[in-house]
């Protein structure tokens, strides 16, 4: 290939390389880390992860919202590579997390972001939105929930609705209980016949206990045969 033809490897595969950087953050008394990218005038983007990760799961989103948001994923205390105190030197609960992310933040400068959560990034986001509504600009509306699904998908009419709509009952309403497809259909004394259970354990007929049924299990000149999901007693025909 010569130089004339010779083009850059981003222009080639069309990827744009884009900086991310990692950075450390002392926050009441406490060393942080965190990853950041992007322009600073972008909207913000703050992604907290769950356990038992850290911000680097999210290595390949951070670049790829780079071009958009000012994204910043932080390593809650005690995680990845911030400090991670003895549980006598400092309360591990999802209050006094938050209260590190809210001050990392301050530190930071951001003022209003939007907040993406997984697993312990959840209750923490969610006490960030109540402790100061104004900051928060978007979290799972139901907009961003039906975007996640359909997004990037060839027929979005193969994805059902019901995955981002309740199926019935408005706000606040109780939606009725699912019935198990394998619920007790007997019950003798108090007890069950289910035949997971009668297959582990005991089963209470009555007030008696038999075993649970065998090929060859005879008691009392009664067999004891399963048959469809259910147990029978049938007397044995006289020799």
Known sequence: MTRRTRKRSSEITGVVMVAVHHRHAQVRGRRLF?????????PAVVLLHGFPTSSFMFRGLVPALADGYHVIAPDHLGF????????????YTFDALTDLTAALLD???????????????????????????????EALTLDAIKWQYLTGVPDPSLVSPDTWHRRRGGPGERLPARRCA??????????????????????????????????????????????GGRYRRSRQSPR
Not at 109 to 128: K, M
Not at 183 to 202: D, E, L, S, Y
Not at 204 to 209: V, W
């Open 80 to 91: 990845g590579l911030s400090d991670a105190p003895p549980a006598d030197e400092f309360a």
């Open 34 to 42: 965190y990853r950041e990218a992007g322009p600073a005038d972008l």
């Open 107 to 137: 530190h930071l400068g951001v003022a209003r972001y939007a907040i993406y959560v997984q697993d312990y990034g959840a209750p923490i986001g969610w006490r960030l939105a109540p402790n100061d509504p104004a900051a928060i600009r």
């Open 182 to 227: 394998c619920r007790p259909r007997r019950r003798f004394g108090g007890a069950t016949t289910h035949p997971k259970r009668a297959r582990t354990g005991r089963v209470m007929r009555g007030m008696r206990t038999i075993a649970p049924p065998r090929s060859s299990a005879r008691r009392r000149g009664t067999r004891i045969a399963r048959q």
